[in-house]
DNA sequence: GACAAATGATACTATTGTAGTATCATTATA
DNA sequence: TATAATGATACTACAATAGTATCATTTGTC
């Protein structure tokens, strides 16, 4: 089980690079230069930012991306809404349908609860305190 | 994201079932009958729990399954154990090779501290606790 | 002993989600 | 106008999950 796949995990070191280069808008270029990526794969991933307002993009010779906001600003729990979609850890299988049970399940409640804590947490995680 | 997936959730009911049922040993088509669950696919949910010792079958006409050991003993991380493997939500992508900062990293960290502690929750949880 | 009712073992298929590629269009700068 | 960049989009590859199909073996009952 993954809490993070490799496009959130990319989207990551990516924006990570970003905010700590001197430079503001970084070329595709040379993100794959230093993070050794694979570049049609990383090409997607940031234009996917891009439309999703966490970086913004410049077109032409000399473009790049650049972070939208501040490193303070931009949450993991972005980036895995984004890539992985809402975190459910909790889904009742029963048929697929929805659960009569639902109410009363004790494992729902448990899992429920399980499911808060991995989400509170994971976003109080900013760019920022992943920069050392 | 998922937590629990379809088989660990399928042996989950199955073994609550079996648990709660007058008599010891239940058969499949007594499990199919009641949790309209797909017949084969629960047929080899149960004789892996058999495999590795949570239940116990028995062959032959008014054969089926037992619980090998009790409902307190049984716990969601031994499923999630047999049908998901060891749960780790945490795994550095870097060139999927060995990563250089992995003693450093922030984000491996955090991650692994949300993973002990969902471990530690889900630790918790017995059949038992769930039964009502 | 024959038959029926059960599980054991194993190999196969289907579906979905993740990972990644390929290509052409568009834009900006020099 | 050539070139260096991103935008958009469609496609392929791989892995995990979910499920099926079949035949062999065991056991109780008549
Ligand atoms: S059995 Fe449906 S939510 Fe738990
Ligand atoms: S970058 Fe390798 S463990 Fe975090």
Same mark, same amino acid.
């Given at each position: 089980?993954? +809490?993070?796949?490799? @496009?959130?995990?990319? $989207?990551?070191?990516?924006?990570?690079? %970003?905010? !700590? *280069?001197?430079?503001?808008?970084? =070329?595709?270029?040379?993100?794959? $230069?230093?993070?050794?990526?694979?570049?049609?794969?990383?090409? !997607? /991933?940031?234009?996917?930012? @891009?439309?999703?307002? %966490? +970086?913004?993009?410049?077109?032409?010779?000399?473009? &790049?991306?650049?972070?939208?906001?501040?490193?303070? #600003?931009?949450? +993991?729990?972005?980036?895995?809404?984004?890539?992985?979609?809402?975190? #459910?850890?909790?889904?009742?299988?029963? #048929?697929?349908?929805?659960?009569?049970? #639902? *109410? !009363?399940?004790? +494992?729902?409640? /448990?899992? *429920? &609860? /399980?499911? $808060?804590?991995?989400?509170?947490?994971? !976003?109080?995680? =900013? %760019?920022? =305190?992943?920069?050392?």
């Amino acid at each position: 089980m993954k +809490l993070i796949t490799r @496009n959130t995990d990319y $989207a990551l070191r990516a924006i990570c690079y %970003i905010a !700590k *280069s001197k430079k503001k808008v970084v =070329s595709v270029n040379e993100l794959v $230069a230093s993070l050794k990526m694979p570049r049609p794969f990383l090409r !997607k /991933i940031l234009q996917r930012l @891009n439309r999703e307002g %966490i +970086l913004r993009s410049l077109k032409g010779a000399n473009g &790049g991306f650049a972070l939208h906001t501040t490193a303070e #600003k931009i949450f +993991l729990t972005d980036l895995i809404g984004i890539f992985q979609g809402a975190l #459910k850890l909790n889904e009742c299988f029963f #048929k697929r349908k929805i659960c009569p049970n #639902k *109410s !009363k399940c004790n +494992l729902k409640k /448990i899992i *429920s &609860g /399980i499911e $808060a804590d991995v989400f509170k947490k994971l !976003k109080k995680v =900013s %760019i920022r =305190s992943l920069l050392d």
